[in-house]
């Protein structure tokens, strides 16, 4: 559920963009978020996959929030407090990571 709130946040984000920042960077942008509502979505499917889904869901909304500047400073300090306040509960992205690699075994001692 948190990881769709990131991914709509971040996405509202990207739609409320004035000023024109790098088409190319952007667009890497517009791919990381629907990256993450990809995730997400599988993520409702399959449960085990709510921590990728949230990493990836946190780190579209950072980026987002610190790449579309000229909206305003309250809408981006917005975004990065829902994001911090959701790692903070959550832990960061990186254990997040390592979370949903352990549950299906990613780097076990089978994978070695």
């Known amino acids: ?3 769709a709130e990131a991914v709509g946040t ?10 024109r920042p790098d088409r190319h960077r952007l667009a890497d942008l517009y791919v990381q978020v629907e990256a993450a509502r990809s995730l997400t979505y599988c993520a409702a499917r399959e449960p ?3 921590p990728l889904a949230l990493a990836h869901a946190l780190e579209a909304l950072r980026a987002a929030a610190a790449e579309c500047g000229g909206t305003g400073a309250a809408w981006e300090e917005l975004c990065f407090q829902r ?3 959701d790692e903070l509960l959550f832990g960061p992205a990186r254990r997040l990571r390592d979370r ?5 075994g990613l780097f076990g001692k089978e994978a070695a």
């Open 100 to 104: 949903a690699a352990a549950r299906t």
């Open 10 to 19: 971040a996405s509202a984000a990207l739609g409320r963009t004035r000023a």
């Open 48 to 50: 085990d996959g709510g």
């Open 1 to 3: 559920m948190l990881a």
């Open 83 to 85: 994001a911090a306040s």
